[in-house]
C-alpha cells in the first residue's frame, strides 16, 4: 500500500549547499540520502515530497556542513499482510514466478500459482500451464495476488513480497472474471 509518511531526520548540509534557501538544500539532501531506501517497519521510499527544516544547525568540530533538524513527508510503499495487490508477471521460472508491484517486486511460488497441482511452467516461452492447458499465464499478463508475507534485509536493500493466488478471485484477471459472470449465471439461474 502506498502512504504518505512523516518522518524525522538530522540532515547534515554540505558546503557546497550553503547558497541556496534552507528548504532547497534540505529536500536535496534528503531525497540523496532516503528515496530508493529501503526501512524495515516503514518501507520502500518511493520520493521525499516536502520538508522543514530549523533554522538553528549546529556544527561538529572537523566538518564543515552544518546539522539541522529536519521534518519531512515521504511516499512510502509498504506492503501489508493479506493486502490484495495487482501486478504485471515479470519472469517465470521453474520455482515460481514474478509480479511486477510498481515499486518492488513479488514472488508467488509454484504452489501458490493454481489451486490445483497438476503445474507445468516454460521458463523459455514465460508461461505457466494448469488444469492441462486451460488455464495459462504468461509473461506481460496482469494478475491479482493476496500478500501473504513480508521481508525486510537493509544491508542489502531488498524488500521480499511473498504473494498467494491459490484463494478465490485471486489470479489472472480474464479468470477472474470468467468466476465472476458463471457465478451470476448460476445465481439466475436458481
Excluded at 508491484?101 to 497438476?118: C, E, M, N, W, Y
Aim: no cysteine; proline share 3%; glycine share 12%.
Amino acid at each position: 500500500m502506498y502512504k504518505l509518511m512523516e518522518l524525522e531526520d538530522i540532515v547534515r548540509i554540505p558546503p557546497r549547499l550553503f547558497g541556496k534557501p534552507l528548504r532547497e538544500a534540505v529536500l536535496e539532501m534528503l531525497r540523496e540520502s532516503f528515496e530508493g531506501r529501503i526501512i524495515e517497519g516503514i518501507g520502500l521510499i518511493v520520493s521525499v515530497l516536502d520538508a522543514e527544516a530549523s533554522e538553528e544547525g549546529y556544527l561538529t568540530f572537523g566538518d564543515g556542513g552544518s546539522y539541522h533538524q529536519a521534518r519531512f513527508t515521504a511516499l512510502v510503499y509498504s506492503p501489508v499482510n493479506q493486502e490484495v495487490v495487482e501486478g504485471e508477471v515479470v519472469l517465470v521460472e521453474n520455482i515460481g514466478i514474478t509480479i511486477r508491484l510498481g515499486a518492488v517486486d513479488g514472488f508467488i511460488h509454484k504452489s501458490q500459482v493454481f489451486p490445483t497441482r497438476d503445474v507445468m511452467y516454460d521458463r523459455d516461452q514465460g508461461i505457466v500451464i494448469a488444469e492441462s492447458g486451460k488455464r495459462i499465464i504468461r509473461r506481460g499478463d496482469v494478475v491479482r495476488a493476496r500478500v501473504s508475507g513480508v521481508g525486510y534485509d537493509e544491508q542489502r536493500g531488498v524488500m521480499r513480497v511473498r504473494l498467494t493466488m491459490r484463494q478465490p478471485y485471486l489470479g489472472k484477471l480474464e479468470y477472474i472474471k470468467e468466476m465472476i459472470e458463471k457465478g451470476k449465471g448460476e445465481r439466475e439461474g436458481a
